[in-house]
């Protein structure tokens, strides 16, 4: 069954928001997406408090929702995979890994997003063989 959204009816129509939660900050650990400008100290109340770390407007936007991820998941499996992600997993099969890196970042542009993108494939490679096994 599909997800339901009431957005043009009812008491609470209109875009649906959330508030951007605080997160605490811990000075031994470094938090995706914050920086220590962003700290604020709590020095209101009697008892010192830690320093509250408040989420970047666009580290709040990579956040992925449950109904992102449920029409990703929906569009990849409609569309099916782009042609150099097609070539790299044919790499990855062959293990030529670190071929596939180079050829990502060719298309992808920086070496980071190259690397995220062969662990996406070879989990994608991985989750294969496991569905044809239990095929069998």
Not at 64 to 92: I, N, S
């Given at each position: 069954m599909a997800v339901r959204y009431e957005l043009c009816i009812g008491l609470n129509k209109g875009h649906k928001t959330n508030k951007v939660k605080n997160v605490k900050y811990t000075g031994d650990k470094k938090v995706k997406g914050l920086r220590g400008s962003r700290l604020k100290n709590v020095s209101t109340q009697e008892t010192p408090s830690p320093a509250f770390v408040y989420m970047s407007h666009f580290?709040?936007?990579?956040?992925?929702?449950?109904?992102?991820?449920?029409?990703?998941?929906?569009?990849?499996?409609?569309?099916?995979?782009?042609?150099?992600?097609?070539?790299?997993?044919?790499?990855?099969?062959?293990?030529?890994?670190?071929?596939?890196?180079?050829?990502?970042?060719?298309?992808?542009?920086?070496?980071?997003?190259?690397?995220?993108?062969r662990e996406e494939l070879s989990n994608i490679l991985t989750q294969l063989r496991k569905a044809q096994t239990h095929a069998k």
């Open positions: 580290f709040a936007t990579q956040i992925q929702t449950r109904h992102t991820k449920f029409m990703r998941d929906l569009v990849r499996e409609v569309v099916g995979h782009a042609p150099y992600e097609k070539r790299t997993m044919e790499l990855l099969k062959v293990s030529k890994d670190k071929r596939a890196l180079k050829f990502l970042k060719r298309r992808l542009g920086t070496h980071i997003r190259a690397k995220r993108k």
